[in-house]
Nanobody
Framework: EVQLVESGGGLVQAGGSLRLSCVAS????????IGWFRQAPGKERERVSC????????HYADSAKGRFTISSDDANNTVWLQMNSLKPDDTAVYYC????????????????WGKGTTVTVSS
């Protein structure tokens, strides 16, 4: 059974940092694309960043470029999202997702989703 478990969310002041973790089980990263998505209250879910173990690429939304970094520990089936210079607009539930295939998964549909971790950035 595929499971994705997020952690690392919390309350932080604007300008601060958080590191989100996604631990995957039930599959190995080889051939998969793993992504972070977020959904703010009253807004649609949006893509934040993806890392593809299929085509060895990383992708960032414009809102994340220069502030967020996605990385992985393949041996431990973990993907992190380091978030720096956080802004109140980053407040959302952050979800880890996975899909078999190249980075197109990041844009056109993931197969598996975690339950999310909440990030709140105060001004």
């Amino acid at each position: 059974e595929v499971q994705l478990v997020e952690s690392g969310g919390g309350l932080v002041q604007a300008g601060g940092s958080l590191r989100l973790s996604c631990v995957a089980s039930g599959f190995t990263f080889n051939g998969y694309t793993i992504g972070w998505f977020r959904q703010a209250p009253g807004k649609e879910r949006e893509r934040v960043s993806c890392i593809s173990f299929s085509d060895d690429t990383t992708h960032y939304a414009d809102s994340a470029k220069g502030r967020f970094t996605i990385s992985s520990d393949d041996a431990n089936n973990t993907v992190w999202l380091q978030m720096n210079s956080l802004k109140p607009d980053d407040t959302a539930v952050y979800y880890c997702a996975a899909g078999y295939g190249s980075s197109w998964r990041c844009y056109y549909g993931m197969e598996y989703w975690g339950k999310g971790t909440t990030v709140t950035v105060s001004s």
